[in-house]
Nanobody, 114 residues
Framework: QVQLVESGGGLVQPGESLTLSCAAS????????MGWYRQAPGKQRELVAT???????NYADSVKGRFTISKDNAKNMMYLQMNSLKPEDTAVYHC????????WGQGTQVTVSS
């Protein structure tokens, strides 16, 4: 079973940036649509960005223009560059397929607070 491991979270102030990473145990990114999800306390998990096998991207309205999803097929890595962070971006961030078909990893905590 493919394992996904997220990293790169942390505590930042509003307006700052972070880059999250997702490492896959197998070479899957070139074949399927992948996504970044987030879950804030007391809220449902939401899909914030996707990237297809051909590098076509889509974003939730709440992050459009601030977040950028990318991947490196050769390294089995996917990234989420997050700029102009807001307190409402605070959540645990996970990577998964675009349809959330893989087992969830532990995620990485992003906290935006002054």
């Amino acid at each position: 079973q493919v394992q996904l491991v997220e990293s790169g979270g942390g505590l930042v102030q509003p307006g700052e940036s972070l880059t999250l990473s997702c490492a896959a145990s197998e070479n899957i990114f070139r074949f399927i649509t992948m996504g970044w999800y987030r879950q804030a306390p007391g809220k449902q998990r939401e899909l914030v960005a996707t990237i297809s096998s051909t590098d076509s991207t889509n974003y939730a309205d709440s992050v459009k223009g601030r977040f950028t999803i990318s991947k490196d097929n050769a390294k089995n890595m996917m990234y989420l560059q997050m700029n102009s962070l807001k307190p409402e971006d605070t959540a645990v961030y996970h990577c998964n397929t675009g349809r959330a078909t893989m087992a969830w990893g532990q995620g990485t905590q992003v906290t935006v607070s002054s």
